[in-house]
């Protein structure tokens, strides 16, 4: 007897997310034409939302992204979600090559000049 074959699901495909997608998409173009976007994606453990969040800047380009994530240990440390969306564009940031990672020098800078 021959044993059936294992059941096995496309994972690059998201089904029935297509709302939450554009959303996404829509924040990724609002930034891309200079407004500020921020964006909490929640939701029960195990119900895909980092795969969404993936599934949403696959081909966008250039996106620096940070993903924060709620750990129940750490729940009662203020801010850990936001540390973690931090440490995630800076370690994307200083993975890019030393002309780039100048231009973000720069412009960060830039950014905390008080005059």
């Known amino acids: 007897m021959k044993r059936p074959r294992r059941l096995a699901c496309p ?3 998201l089904y029935g997310r297509e709302e939450e997608l554009e959303v996404i998409r829509d924040a990724i173009q609002g930034a891309r034409n200079g407004k500020q976007q ?3 994606v929640s939701g029960a453990s195990g119900s895909g939302k980092s795969t969404l969040v993936q599934h949403a800047f696959r081909g ?3 996106c620096l992204v940070g993903i924060g994530t ?9 801010y850990t979600v936001l ?7 800076c370690r994307q940031i200083l993975l890019k090559g030393p002309h780039q990672l ?3 020098r720069d ?3 830039e950014g905390m000049d008080p005059a």
């Open 11 to 13: 994972e690059d495909k």
């Open 38 to 40: 921020r964006l909490i």
């Open 60 to 62: 966008q380009g250039n």
């Open 70 to 78: 709620f750990s129940q240990k750490l729940r009662h440390t203020p």
């Open 83 to 89: 540390a973690h969306a931090l440490a995630d564009i």
């Open 102 to 104: 100048q231009i973000y």
């Open 107 to 109: 412009a960060f800078r």
